[in-house]
């Protein structure tokens, strides 16, 4: 029982972790509010999630804020132009299922909107946790997402299959699960993510330049 209560227990560990998490997730809703503040919300809660997967020292509060306050410029402004993109993406696929279309246009088109809606989906699942480690421009910054994304497609898919199964047992099984939300999502990504930003970093490191 003594042992049970210790800190370095392997049961207190996940349980302080899922803590974390519900904490992380917290502070992404309230932080995400604004909607333009969506992506420093994200980027801090990818910087704190992966320190969190490394076992590194965490302080939750200040590296979140921390992390939040230095990517909030550039943040923002990926946030405006990923909505913007996801807003048009919406409403090219309304159009197609809503407006009685020639087959040939229909099938061109709507093959098109699902290869950028793929592209666009790949590039979001990276953006904002390579802003969390690295400094770069905002068009290479999306640039490089997108090939990392590419380039690890394997991460890349059980990642979007994190995102798909806790939000899926969260509506129909287990709602609860709904407080640990993006928190879980994200230490769970981060796993993952770790070995593809060590790779990144190695291979910077023997070039010697920031990509």
Known sequence: MKNLFNFDNPVMNFIGKLL???????????????????????????HCAIKLSKDEPL????????????????????TMIFLVIGVILGIDAYIFLHIKIPMLPWCIG?????????????????????????????????????????????????IAAIHFIVFYISI???????????????????????????YIEESQNKRGTPQ
């Open 20 to 46: 974390d998490c519900f904490l992380l997730n917290i502070l992404w809703l309230l932080c995400c509010i604004p909607v333009i503040t969506i992506g420093a919300s994200t980027t801090a809660l990818y």
């Open 172 to 198: 129909r099984w287990f709602a609860p699960l709904m407080f640990l939300g993006m928190g879980l999502i994200a230490f769970l990504s981060s796993y993952f993510l770790k070995n593809v930003l060590f």
């Open 59 to 78: 302080y939750l509060f200040r590296d979140f804020f921390h992390s939040f306050k230095l990517n909030f410029i550039p943040a923002a402004k990926l």
């Open 110 to 158: 709507m093959g098109l909107l699902v290869l950028f809606a793929i592209c666009y989906t790949i590039t979001l699942l990276y953006v904002f946790v390579l802003l969390s480690r690295f400094d770069n421009s905002i068009k290479n910054m999306i640039f490089n997402a997108f090939a990392v994304g590419i380039r690890f497609i394997f991460c890349t898919v059980i």
